[in-house]
């Protein structure tokens, strides 16, 4: 790695043909003179990322696919969900009638201050801030952590890569604690990582024993953590949490539901704490998933990497006027979380009553259900979508009989009541 000075003759070097490295080619014919008395020469020089034994000694042509990454060819493509208007076209249905229970979007949607801020933006042909400093001073205030620990990005998922993509030498493990948010398997994919699976306890509780075991076995560099967890909505005591932060390993808290937990979030402890990362977002607690912002808390001493690492305008001038604005009205947030986790209770209590579904306990804004006697969750989940009802189900071992039912608003908690009516 690094660079190679194309006016530099002492910059160059040569691997041998038959050896393992990377080459390194020198156009002969394009030696140009520079400057007036031709003592300087430059080259045109270009190295191949290819390793030797893949190079095509002949004349074949290389496919396209000979340039992409080893590790990224074998890599699954992540399932997103379909976009709203694709979903509408296929179900033969406006986007307002759907009820889309399968992402845990926040269906109140952002403060009013969010659209009149957007429809006031007054340079969007300027780039933004690369340090949204605005939005930073903002979060300072909205968690009680300075904001030289924050660090914003395109949504909790742009974040999630970054960390991976400053910390993670490719062969590097990680622990993944499934069934969990998959895009910590999916990012390092992406990164070269091995992954080091260790599972929950039946009641979806993390296994620390487990957890400690695999850190020593294994060496792992980092553990991902989600409280509350996806797609269960179980949280993380304090113990567990404290354990595991004393393992020599760097721990990623996801908090992206912590609000809907009626916890305090874990933010301040990054300064207590040199190997752990708190992450959150806008997407669920300010309704603004399609807008792309999410925020972390760091400790100084890794922070300083991503701010080099980071694309310089990874939060658009939207995506942080409406972050910002949404923060200027607290009450709203907090109104709006009231009666998600309100709606929480009575969708609990509604999916109890119906006989093939075992609705898990959630501090979060969805409800994990066990799809029971007999019934096929897939079918189920299908079924739903031909009425017009959106709910998560997920091809994994781990949760093949499940289904998961974001919370919504009281009508769309009373359609889908009436579509699984139609079942019993
Ligand atoms: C646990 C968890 N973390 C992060 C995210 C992604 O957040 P963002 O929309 O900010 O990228 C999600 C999205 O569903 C999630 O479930």
Known sequence: MGVIDICSTSSLSFTEPSSNRHRIFVH?????????NNNHRAFFVMSSAIPVEHVNEGQQRLSGESFIRTHLRKLSPYQPILPFE???????????DIVKLDANENPYGPPPEV??????????????????????????????LESNHILVG??????????????????DKIVDCPPTFTMYEFDAGVNGAEVIKVGRRPDFNLNVELIVEAVRQEKPKCIFLTSPNNPDGSVINDEDLLEILELPILVVLDEAYIEFSGLESRMKWVKKH???IVLRTFSKRAGLAGLRVGYGAFPLSIIEYLWRAKQPYNVSVAAEVSACAALENPVYLEKVKDALVKERGRLYKLLKEVPFLNPHPSCSNFILCAVESGMDAKMLKEDLAKMGVMVRHYNNKELKGYIRVSVGKPEQTDILMECLKQFF
């Open 28 to 36: 002969q014919r394009l030696f140009l003179p520079l400057g007036r």
């Open 86 to 96: 694709v979903l509408s076209a296929q179900l033969g249905r406006r986007p307002e």
């Open 115 to 144: 659209l009149e801020a957007l429809g006031k933006l007054k340079f969007p042909y300027i780039y933004p801030d690369p340090e949204s400093r605005c939005l930073r001073k903002a979060l300072a205030k909205d968690s009680g």
């Open 154 to 171: 395109c949504g909790a998922d742009e974040l999630i890569d970054l960390i991976m993509r400053c910390t993670l030498d490719p062969g």
């Open 274 to 276: 040199d190997n752990l």
